[in-house]
Each structure stands twice: as C-alpha cells, then as structure tokens.
C-alpha cells in the first residue's frame, strides 16, 4: 500500500486535521502523482461538515487536483513520470452504460466514483481526495495540463473550469449569442471568462454593485444589477442563454424572463432549500427552457483545459497552506475570497 498524507475531518464538527492513510498500489492501468496544488470547491466544505448528508468518515476533501506523475502503471500509454496532469472530481464509472459510452461519465446511469467519500470499487473502503501528497487514479480519469497553464491557476478548472464550460458548449454558445452569468464567484467568474473567449457579448448578473469594475476586467461586455427592477427590465426577452451559478435559494422568474423564445438557462448551483416554484406561464409562451448540468465527461474535461490553454485562461486565486484550510473555509462561507482558494501542497511537508 501507498502511505499517503493529508487533512481530514473526522465528523461532521470537527475541524480539518493531519491525517495519516494508504492508497492502492498502482495497478497495470494506475498513474500515481504526487499533488502539487489543489483548489478549494465549496462541495468541500459541505461535504467536509457533512451537510448534503451521507459523508464516509473521515473524509479527506479535495477535487480540483494538479500534480506531476510519479510513477505508471504496466499497461498506461497516455503519460509518464515527469507529466504535469489534473484529476477532477471522479475517479472512476462503470465505463459500461450508454452514458459513459457517450463519454459523459458524470451521468454514469451507474453511479461515478467521487474523488473522495466514495465507495472505492478497486481497493474497497472509500476514496481519499485531494488534500493530501499524493493521489493513484486510473489513467481513464487523469488529466493532461499544458504547460502553457499555471499549475495554481488550472487546479479550479478542473471543477469550477468544467462545471460552467460543459454548459456553455453543450448549449452551443458562440459569437453573435448574448449569454447573461448569474453570480460572481468561484463559478461565475469562470463562466465569464469562458463565455468571452467562446466570443459571446456576456451580461454579468450580480446582487453587488461593487463587483461591477471586476466583472468588467474578468470579461463581462456589461453588468447588471439584479435587484435593480429597471436594469432588469432594460434586457427582457433578449439572451440566447443564462448560465445561473448561484447556490443559494432565489426566484429564477427574474431570470427566466430575460431568455429570448427558446432560450435555455441552465441551473449548475445546487441550493440547501428548494428554488421557489418558477411560473409555468413564462415557459409556455415563449417556450423557454429551464435545465440543469453536472461537470463534466472527462473528453470534454481534457477539450476545456486545452481550450484554457491556447486562450491563457485561469482561475483568480489565493494560495494558502494546508495549515489555513479551517480559515479558508470560514472566509469562503463569507465570500471573502477572489475566486478560488488554491492549497499549495508543499506547505503539507511542514
């Protein structure tokens, strides 16, 4: 077995803490790296603090993973020790069901295998994330990273990267599209940025005036405020797509109404309270669609992070050591960070 380092929270209470486990022994078809960043996702935290219910104990969080191969298994042909390769937020899928034949794993009619607090299908017991030294996947769910990319800066492409660019290309949107982004955070500020690049003209939606400058900066052609009734009005019945980032409960017939006849707004933040009921009206008339996304396959996975490269897209973010991850985790409930938090895995040998 693989001795491997870490955080770990051992109840839903307790804060994060050094923690001692094994991993498998690389397999014929098994890449091991050693973890050189990993972003902070907000799932962390709400796994971490076992809020959505169901979190193996202890839990080692972590799921926006950059590393270099340290060592490849017999049969693995797409990397080499030396590599600078991301893994996401599986690990694993029954690589038998239509959707994993369609390359769309997150939908797995199965069940994917999570980074970590997963039932481990290889070694048994369950899987252990990214924060931590060192990481065994099979090559199937590893990642290739350009070394046009800043390792910090691609760790969160790996789920705030994916989670708004699946969307994005899977609704087609491109130039002459004018696409609205709903919340500036750790994805929204990834799905402005992707959606500029795509060449659509971008609206960012915010409840801050103030974020108005850095949406601007980040891509945003123009910024809303959303609870500003006249701004909101200005745009009615004129986006192609809204791509909604927010995870907090709130009333998507605001939003559902600025969509042009056919337009889609697709839900990838998921709410602790159910979203007030949206109005069937707005729907039948305009015949409007309301949908939602989950990350992504690990194709498009790989076509993102190639995309990010030639266009020289990172995440925003602040390095911290492991030793702070209590804090950050205070800090992100208060939105007190731009965007992303990123772990700098070398503080761990400390």
């Keep these: 077995m693989l001795k491997s380092q870490g955080y770990a929270a051992q109840n839903a209470s307790s804060p994060l803490a050094p923690f001692s486990f094994e991993r498998r022994e690389v397999g014929a078809h098994d890449v091991q790296l050693d973890i050189l960043f990993c972003g902070v996702c907000h799932s962390d935290l709400h796994m971490a603090r076992d809020e959505w219910k169901g979190t193996a104990f202890p839990v080692v969080p972590g799921h926006e993973i950059v ?17 600078t390769v991301g893994v996401g937020c599986m690990v694993d899928s029954c690589q ?89 955070g750790g994805l929204g500020h990834m799905g402005v940025k992707l959606a500029h690049a795509m060449g659509a003209h971008v609206v960012l939606f915010t409840t801050s005036p103030d974020k108005r400058e850095d949406a601007l900066r980040l891509g945003a052609d123009e910024v809303v405020v959303s609870k500003d009734a006249a701004q909101m009005a200005a745009h009615a019945n004129s986006f192609d797509f809204i791509l909604n980032t927010v995870a907090a409960q709130h009333n998507l017939d605001a939003f559902m109404v600025l969509l042009k006849r056919e337009g889609t707004m697709t839900l990838v933040g998921l709410p602790e309270h159910p979203h007030p009921s949206p109005s069937v009206a707005n729907f039948i008339f305009k015949r409007r669609h309301l949908a939602g996304s989950l990350i992504g396959g690990i194709q498009e996975t790989q076509e993102m992070l190639d995309f990010c490269a030639e266009h020289g897209i990172h995440s925003d973010i602040e390095i911290i050591k492991i030793q702070d991850i209590n804090q950050a985790y205070e800090r992100m409930l208060k939105s007190d960070v731009k965007y992303r938090f990123v772990i700098d895995m070398a503080s761990l040998a400390a």
């Design 67 to 83: 590393g270099r191969v340290t060592k490849v298994g017999a049969h693995v042909t797409k990397f080499k020790v030396g590599q």
């Design 96 to 184: 038998t069901c239509p959707s994993c034949g369609e390359g769309l794993e997150q939908y797995c009619e199965n069940g994917f295998t999570g980074t970590y607090s997963a039932p481990d299908k290889v070694s048994g017991g369950y899987t252990y994330g990214g924060y931590a030294n060192n990481i065994v996947v099979n090559e199937k769910f590893v990642l290739s990273v350009s070394d046009k990319l800043d390792p910090a800066g691609a760790a969160p492409l790996l789920c705030a990267g994916i989670t708004t660019w699946s969307p994005l290309r899977h609704w087609k949107v491109g130039p002459g599209h004018k696409v609205g982004i709903v919340g500036l």
